[in-house]
């Protein structure tokens, strides 16, 4: 879809700035065969594709609908980093059980470095 954003500043001076972003419908696939379950092409992966569970949870929880290379760093409410993984698979387990209660604030950028989005994960007891 095509994004405007459309900014006005405290003078009443205005910048408008807008993008593009295509992806593909579909993935090709072989015609007579049962279509096969596929990850959505990089550029189509949101943060909607991502699932957290469960939340709230007691310190151990499952990301799920990543893809290998993801960055998912998690971060404390201070802004202290306390952890950084890489996905290899698209199902990654984590533990912060160690860690105090609260709100943790999960980052995840894809491969390339680009920001797919963020989660918020409750640890409680």
Do not use: W
Not at 1 to 28: F, M, Q, R
Not at 31 to 56: A, R, S
Not at 87 to 116: C, E, F, H, W
Request: glycine residues 8%; charged residues 20%.
């Amino acid at each position: 879809g095509t994004y405007t954003v459309k900014e006005t500043d405290a003078h009443g001076c205005t910048a408008t700035n807008s993008v593009t972003l295509a992806c593909p419908d579909a993935l090709p696939q072989d015609k007579g065969n049962e279509p096969e379950q596929q990850q959505p092409p990089v550029c189509c992966q949101t943060i909607d594709n991502i699932n957290l569970y469960p939340n709230p949870n007691t310190g151990q929880f499952t990301i799920t609908g990543l893809t290998q290379g993801m960055l998912v760093e998690m971060y404390d409410y201070t802004g202290r980093r306390i952890s950084s993984v890489t996905a290899s698979d698209i199902t990654l387990r984590l533990n912060i059980a160690d860690q105090p209660n609260g709100i943790y604030l999960l980052r995840i950028t894809d491969k390339d470095g680009t920001m797919v989005g963020q989660k918020k994960v409750i640890k409680t007891q």
